[in-house]
């Protein structure tokens, strides 16, 4: 093959698989759009009722675009306003959160609901049943709140869920401070959390690593392998996900929350493409240095081959895991896709589907080095399937799967009612 017509053949295969992420996401945002304004998750009386037992009617109100609440006599006894879908663009962990201020008659918070949220719903459930943060925002004014600065005012994140808690507390002010408008854009300030430092520090340790002779150092890639679980993964547990990937295609990335784990993304991202090397997975990922560290551990007795007919099935579950991600996504199932994957293991409370995932995915890298990386990861096959390869590279299996997870998510997009009716019931 002709120097210039190889160079021509991998900057196409390159632009391809680019172009075909960049499509997927397009396709889930433009429905997810959709979705939004044809069904909004109106706020129900019962829901104002455990808050006002009074109340026996809402009322639309277009001069603050919130609801008047009143009581069997038509007297206003309070008033209910919805952070979405004004806030859109405030984003947390992996999407915007529903949350709604109730007023009494005198304009002083009554309660706190955190309705709804894009991000994995552990984060939503902590924050929802945090009485602290929930209970901090009663007996103030709509004008304290409107007015506020979150860090004067002493605002405190909820453990473990901090970016979906202070997108609550950003979303309350910005609401109450643009109060006529419908929707507005955010043009709050980047927010810089220690976690942010942690990962921009680390993500440049990596690149150093990397693109060095460090990277042939055995001692010095273990060490750095530890630090990486230890530090990324148990202190800071903000990891690349197919659910954070998923809550950003519906509604954007968190630049202004988050800064640290979108510059992660556009790093494993990029990266990989330009240069070929997988600098997520090879270098970042505390899981896929947990598995190494297992498998070094580990007696050299036990290490299994796994068969060439099974190893070239299981290879395709990477894949098949993304397809259900689509499917969830697309058709807003009530799964959470931070099941499939280990890596909120780190950070989970107690016993879950992503904690036995992981203990299996270490579990088997005793025997096949590097086990959950090669036959279970999406986040990976993800990130793998954007890597440029070189000269030798051809359009492969992986590629015509590409088209077909393209023609799926279009299909539920065009076909969605009928889709997730026969999925459902």
Known sequence: MPPAYSRLHQFALNAYRAGVILVLAYLVHTHHVRLQIDNDLPVTLAEIQSILPNATRLEFDTVRMGLCIVDDKRNRIGYAVRTQPACKDIIGYSGPTDAMLVFDEKWI??????????????????????????????????????????KKAGVEGVSGATLTSMAVARSFVFRLKNGPTPQVTDVSPVSIHPADVVLFSALVASLLIAFSAARGKKFLRGVWQIMLIVAIGFLNGQLLAVG?????????????????????FAAAMLVPWISKKALYCQYFCPHGAAQEWVHRLAPARWRLNVPPGLAAGLLWLPGLLLLVTLLVTMLSLPFELADIEPFDAYIAHAWSWTVGIALAGLLASIFVPMAYCKFG?????????????????????????????IVATLWMSIDYDRIKAWIVG
């Open 244 to 264: 954070l990937f998923s809550g950003w295609a519906v509604s954007g990335f968190a630049l202004r929350s988050a800064p640290g784990l979108a510059l992660l």
């Open 377 to 405: 990861c999406p986040t990976g096959a993800l990130l793998e399937f954007i890597r440029a390869r070189g000269p030798q590279d051809r359009f492969s299996k992986r590629d015509a799967f590409a088209l077909i997870l």
């Open 109 to 150: 918070v009554r309660g706190v609901k955190v309705r709804r949220s894009r991000d994995t719903y552990t984060h939503f459930f902590d924050v929802s049943t945090d009485r602290y943060f929930i209970n901090w925002w009663r007996g103030k004014s709509w004008d304290q709140i409107a007015d506020m600065d979150l």
